[in-house]
């Protein structure tokens, strides 16, 4: 997401929803990444979940 910062408002340039490769590791991790995109969309706040991930993956 692009966003421009001017006289104290933000204003959105573009939405890209293109997966780059990092997303298959992402995925591979167990990180529900999809999950979180539907989250936002329906206004629910997602809560961190820093190192909750499966080693070795």
Do not use: S, T
């Not at 006289?7 to 999950?35: H, P, Q, S, T, W």
């Not at 989250?39 to 499966?54: L, V």
């Amino acid at each position: 997401m692009d966003l421009w910062y001017l006289d104290g408002k933000y204003y959105l340039l573009e939405i890209n929803f293109r997966f780059g490769d990092g997303y298959l590791y992402a995925y591979g991790a167990d990180d529900y990444f999809i999950k979180v995109i539907e989250n936002n969309i329906k206004g629910i706040e997602n809560q961190p979940c820093f190192g909750n991930y499966d080693n070795d993956v």
